[in-house]
């Protein structure tokens, strides 16, 4: 048995001894094309290892519980530490020297990875730049462990892929000094365009660009239609002719920085022409991973391209054109809410929460086209949220005064009263088991004509928060321009919300964890909540977490979506915040925070003393701003209550959905639209054959609407990067210097460790735990109004929020400066493994 293979030896023909992407690599060598040079450390050799670990038995219980975070923890701890056969380590130490021993890219290759209808993208873990024997023997073993992780273990069970029938192979390269590297899709799959490329590329190693983060240059390139691609995207021609190989042309490009280096025409174009060859060899759309040194072509990858497969999409809109007051309302928003795009059956949700919104804006004094309202609120692939167009009215001049009577309004006091109430009436816990079928739509229509109404309601009593407007202006005046938004930051500080007593009551469920023995706060380091279940102690305190959640596991975890679950519906990131917590010992201090609100408040009055009057009109203002954002922090908590409510009514439809042989799984429920799922419960469905192929199409079409969303909501933000600093939006004051902790998702909330600097994408309600054990706060997105933000200033740590490709530029483990009064980010030692930043996600 082979340990260790040269590139150079495999082909497609070895997929089970080099994992998809080690085949691949190989057969672009055969092929004769440019490849860094480099081996495979098989997957007999992953195999052979596994087995002297005994990881089949260790792991064959919780595989069969789908305890993914057990048996993700169990193997983890393996990999760690489990000792390497001596035959094998001898073997990866003499290919690495015989390599030369350079620096390298070290890259996950599973056997099931890179076929035609699941990449696996980002599922496993790619190191760059790794340097030394003892540096790769430390990320083979971490990409090993990286099959097993919660997310590749629920990928592949979503797929009905066997679990240890999976090996991985790791594929070990030569580090190629890019000039200029990127992605290059033979077939656009974003417009479903068989007759265009599209080519993404950036300076450098441009990971930001294969991590699915656009922040290179976008080139389309005008091909031959590719036989076998799926229909015609909306805006193409059928049988629309196109230019064969040899006149292959740039039909536009999108230079996202003036002045930016950028290769050559002649390069790009002869990078689309390799592309059509491996297109012709593969025999289907390929998605090509590349660099460009010397003047020369470096491939990295070849796969295909997963969202072109049998299932064609759906039609798109086109994307809309915005004026200027979009794009202000779209720059406003912090994404924090909803870091995924929604699918078909989240439209549900909206249909409480668009009208209200809408509502707001007519209140405001300005006014919405009705058929552009109601093509908002019925849109299923819009591509973003764009809002209707608001045109102003003459209603406009009366904001001051609609503003001044809600700062004299007390709107906690009808939240509390008449508000709450309502809601509390619409959601009251029902048997929806004993329901009919239009009983259970009569209480979802409740539900949500009660929502609709009292959200808007609550959007008019919130208008007091434009009040931060006005207060700009005295707050200029006893600080200067330059310090405004600083101080305005600190006047909002030390606020106790709603978010922060459930993080609080968090802490203390951590805290009794650990006061009930090294039994039951075992079993929440391992990862291993199920194993409470067989002591005493452990029960009793599967009870107080069941306590717990009876009052706080409505709280959404990735947003305001019906498709995203709940702490009650998946308590897995609520255990990976209790097992982070076990190690802190004192809840977040509210004084810090506190502290800088009264500095401020002194400061500002002082200076405004000179003005009769002026000082206590200040305050009382301020009193009134800050006890709006109480309010809309405790309403936001509250009015979860009602998508949870939703979201119990639609798992009781898809139950029934599936037990009439009407659908075929409970959560393809989400990729049905309301018309189609009130339909098939009360009516005749279409038969099951054809219900799938629906499916198949409309998983394909989010795949290509969530790759569209993600780009739009984290390729690009309010800061920007220069040489080792990100800038973004001061959000939280102070500095601090410590190092950098990427969590991805909900599911790795556990990486976070006390004293580390949390680096994430977004963050919202279900994240500010970590803000207990976190001594700062990086974000891709987000605003100085965001719950991060309040909870950050609440806790009196440093936040930056809106560092666009924060998690790209930054590497685990890197020590870097927050500082959060001016909004930046400075990048100082590197990790001692890069990550590489994944892969280009896909869905």
Known sequence: MMLVHRLSQLSRADLARA????????????LGLAVPPGFVVSADAYAEQARAWGLAERLSAHLAASRWEAAASEAAELFERGAMLPGMESAVRDAYRELGAPPVAVRSSATAEDLADASFAGQHETYLDVAGEDGLLLALRRCWASLWSPRALGYRAARGIDHLGVHIAVVVQRMVPAEFAGVLFTVDPVAQRADRMLLEVAPGLGEAVVSGHTTGDVYRLRRAPFAGAAAPGPDQPNGAAGPGTNDLAIDDRDRREAGRPAPSDALVLDLGRIGLRLEAHFGCPQDVEFAFAGGSIHLLQSRPITTLGTAEIEPLPPPPRLNRMQRRMLEANDNDRFPVAPRPLDQWGFRATLPALVRMVRFLGLDVDEA???????????????????RPTLRLLRLPQKVAASLRDDPMAWWEGDGFKRLQEACAPVDLRALDDAALLRRADRITETTTAVLGERFERSASQLAAIALRVPIALAVGPKR???????????????????????????????????EVAGAIRAGRPEA??????????????????????????????????????????????????????????EEAGLARYRAALEEVTRALRLVPGLPDAFRRTLERLRSAIVFRERTHYDLVRSFSALQA?????????????????PDDVFYLTEAELRGWLEGPAPPLDEVERLLRRRRATYGVVNATWQKVSFGAGAGGASGDELRGIGASSGVVRGKARIVRDEREFERLKAGEILVCRYTNPAWTPLFTLAAGVVTN????????????????????LGAAGATERITDGQ???????????????????????GELARA
């Open 19 to 30: 994992g998809g992407k080690g085949a691949n690599l190989g057969e672009l060598i055969q």
């Open 372 to 390: 552009e309202e109601r093509a908002w609120v019925d849109q299923v692939w819009r591509p973003m949220f764009v809002p209707p167009r608001a």
């Open 484 to 518: 405004t938004a600083t101080v305005m930051r600190d006047l909002v500080s030390g606020l106790r919300t709603r978010t922060s007593d459930v993080n609080l009551a968090l802490f203390h469920l951590a805290r009794r964890a650990v006061s009930a023995g090294p």
């Open 532 to 589: 409470l279940r067989g002591s005493e102690a452990g029960r009793a305190y599967l009870a107080e977490v069941d306590a717990f959640l009876d009052e706080h596991g409505h709280r959404e975890s990735t947003g305001l979506y019906l498709s995203a679950p709940t702490w009650r519906q998946d308590p897995a990131p609520l255990w990976g915040l209790l097992r982070g917590l076990l190690d802190v010992a004192e809840p977040p201090s």
């Open 649 to 665: 009514i639609v798992a009781e439809i898809a139950r029934r959905l599936c037990e009439r042989g009407r659908l075929p799984r």
């Open 781 to 800: 997105v987000g605003g100085a109004v965001s719950h991060a933000a309040i909870v950050a200033r609440e806790y009196g740590i440093p936040a930056v």
């Open 815 to 837: 020590e870097i400066l927050v500082d959060g009064t001016e909004g930046r980010v400075v990048l100082l030692r590197r990790g001692d493994l890069q990550d590489g930043a």
